[in-house]
C-alpha cells in the first residue's frame, strides 16, 4: 500500500515518527509535507495529499497539524477525499468502515506518537463494511459533485 503523508509545521516530529513507523511495518510513503518547523500553511499540503490520493497516484492519505481541524477541512475540499479526523483507534475504525474514509488527519499538539501509531495502524488495516454505508457514502460523493441528496 503507498501511503500519502502531509503536513504542516506543527506535524513536522509526528510526520518524520509515522514515517519510520509505516516504512519499518513496509509501507511504501511519499512525503508531501513540511519538513521545517517554520510557520507554514496547512492547506497547502491538504490539496497535495488530497490530490495524491483522489487521483490514485496513492491509496490513502495521512494529514498532521496542530490540532488536525484545518488540514481536515481543507482536505475535504477535494474533489474525491473523505478525510476524518480521529484522535483514537475507534474514530479510525468506523471512518473506514461505515464512510470509506481514504484520508485520516491527527493533530500532533492533541496526541502522542503511540496514539497515532494505533490509529494508523487500525486505518490502514480496516475495510469498508458496504451495505447500507454505501448509499450514505454514495450521498457524500453526490455532495462533493454539487448535487442534491434530497
Do not use: W
Request: proline share 2%.
Amino acid at each position: 500500500m503507498k501511503i500519502a503523508i502531509g503536513n504542516d509545521h506543527g506535524g513536522v516530529a509526528l510526520k518524520q515518527h509515522l514515517v519510520r513507523y509505516l516504512e519499518e511495518k513496509g509501507f511504501e510513503v511519499v512525503n508531501f509535507g513540511s519538513d521545517v518547523t517554520e510557520s507554514t500553511d496547512y492547506p497547502i499540503y491538504a490539496e497535495r495529499v488530497g490530490r495524491a490520493v483522489a487521483s490514485g497516484e496513492c491509496d490513502r492519505g495521512i494529514l498532521i497539524c496542530g490540532t488536525g481541524i484545518g488540514i481536515s477541512i481543507s482536505a475535504n475540499k477535494i474533489h474525491g477525499v473523505r478525510c476524518a479526523l480521529c484522535s483514537e483507534p475507534v474514530s479510525a475504525r468506523l471512518s473506514r468502515e461505515h464512510n470509506d474514509a481514504n484520508i485520516v488527519a491527527m493533530g500532533a499538539r492533541t496526541i502522542g506518537p503511540a496514539m497515532a501509531e494505533a490509529i494508523v495502524d487500525v486505518f490502514l488495516t480496516t475495510g469498508f463494511d458496504g451495505g447500507r454505508h454505501q448509499r450514505r457514502v454514495d450521498k457524500i460523493m453526490m455532495l462533493d459533485r454539487g448535487e442534491s441528496v434530497q
